[in-house]
């Protein structure tokens, strides 16, 4: 039972900092006018589909990620040209549908040959039946229905590319501001449940006593209030009681621990190899006032980025191999062990793994957003956009970059998880 609620736990980190990211996305595009026609979590073949209003809400295979399929970014799959025969359903002297196949099956609509349309500035089309051609306006809405599935059209307003450069740029920008809103949110919540070290801290607790240590033999617990050493009070100085161990490395120790209000006076003797007693030391914490809350957490958010840079700088100048870079299954593995500690630990890692997510994302590399965001940079200096076929052929390589890197953090990840 304790392993599904972990494996579930480590799921829904990873639906959330993905959901959050593509919502914010999907927001604003919406916010912007732009017709989204895919809010997909993951890649590959569909799982489960299913369409609200103008969006399609799919859950893929592959849990790598997500995006959203706004109308104007790709070629339209589905075109309608003239000389094709088309069904067509009309309501209020506007056409609402137009189907392309199976004609013969429907009932209650207008059949003929389309010699004329458009479907992104006009709006109409001009139909030819049985030699009597007549002209009708579409509903900027229409469907245009072909092999069971309905595809909504995108008149050019409703279109990305559109949209202003202030509206695209907060469109593209929302996903990662999502995965820092977020960041912050879980810090927060984190420094509320698990609390702050009290200042200045005079006392030393046992949080954790690992199963096959000399603590544990010795008698030792979690919430044990360390009181003194071989006669030597303990202060809240955990790195010199640290040394104290290590210094008695095979060599019994006299502790006295206060427990539920009692004293109780215990033997230990440190592993004589590697001069630990298997316990994981906390000092005396307390909940931090509302207000401290967002500073301890705006403080969490700086100090969390510059480690992730430093990080960056490192795998930059060579100082990481490609090796021992984690992917999607080390991630993934790593956040399993965490989530065995806890949600108050869960919680942390997820604020730490939403924040790369969002800086990540804002790094100029081909297909993430802070490539998109350049390339709108460029249109709003520039006064007209790049050539979306040159900006989606770059968007391209950049991705297949990415998924090249991804198989071989895969494979890497997999070969440690064989080896243990």
């Known amino acids: 039972m304790e392993m599904v609620q972990v494996v579930f736990l480590t799921v829904l980190v990873f639906f959330v900092l993905v959901s959050i990211h593509e919502f914010g996305h999907f927001y604003f595009a919406k916010r912007a006018g732009v017709l989204v026609r895919e809010f997909a979590i993951g890649f590959g073949p569909k799982l489960f589909s299913i369409k609200r209003g103008e969006s399609r809400f799919t859950l893929r295979l592959l849990p790598i990620g997500g995006f959203v399929r706004m109308a104007g970014e790709d070629p339209e799959v589905v075109e309608v040209q003239a000389g094709h025969t088309v069904g067509v359903r009309i309501k209020d002297d506007k056409v609402t549908r137009i ?56 008149p050019l307003d409703r279109q ?27 810090f927060a919540v984190f420094f509320q449940s698990y609390g702050v070290a009290v200042e200045p801290n005079t006392k030393i607790f046992i949080n954790e006593v690992t199963a096959d240590g000399a603590a544990k033999a010795a008698g030792l617990q979690k919430g044990d209030l360390v009181v003194s050493v071989n006669g030597t009070p303990v202060e809240g100085d955990s790195q010199k009681l640290s040394q104290a161990i290590t210094g008695s490395a095979g060599k019994p120790m006299d502790w006295i621990v206060n427990r539920d209000g009692q004293q109780v006076k215990i033997t230990v003797t440190p592993n004589a190899d590697t001069g630990k007693v298997g316990i994981v030391m906390a000092p005396e914490m307390r909940h931090p006032a509302f207000g401290e809350t967002f500073s301890l957490a705006g403080h969490a958010m700086v100090d969390s980025t510059k480690k992730i840079f430093e990080g960056f700088r490192k795998i930059i100048f060579g100082e990481v191999k490609l090796e021992e870079l984690n992917g999607p299954v080390g991630t993934a593995q790593v956040t399993v062990e965490i989530a065995k500690q806890g949600v108050t630990q869960l919680t942390w890692w997820g604020a730490i793994l939403s924040l790369y997510l969002g800086i990540f994302n804002l790094l100029p590399i081909p297909a993430l957003d802070g490539s998109r965001l350049l390339f709108i940079g460029i249109e709003a200096i520039r006064g007209r956009p790049v050539d979306p076929n040159r900006e989606s052929l770059v968007h391209f390589i950049g991705f297949a970059a990415l998924m090249l890197l991804m198989v071989v953090v895969t494979y890497n990840d997999i070969i440690r998880l064989v080896k243990g």
């Open 160 to 186: 990305f590319g559109s949209a202003s450069a202030g509206k695209k740029a907060m469109t593209i920008f929302a996903g990662p501001l999502m995965n820092f809103i977020l960041a912050f949110v879980l």
């Open 99 to 154: 189907y392309l196949d199976r004609l013969d099956e429907r009932t209650q609509i207008l059949r003929g040959e389309v010699t004329a349309i458009d479907l992104e500035r006009h709006l109409y089309l001009t139909l030819d039946v049985d030699g009597d051609v007549q002209r009708y306006d579409v509903h900027p809405q229409a469907l245009i229905v072909a092999k069971g599935r309905d595809t909504q059209i995108a």
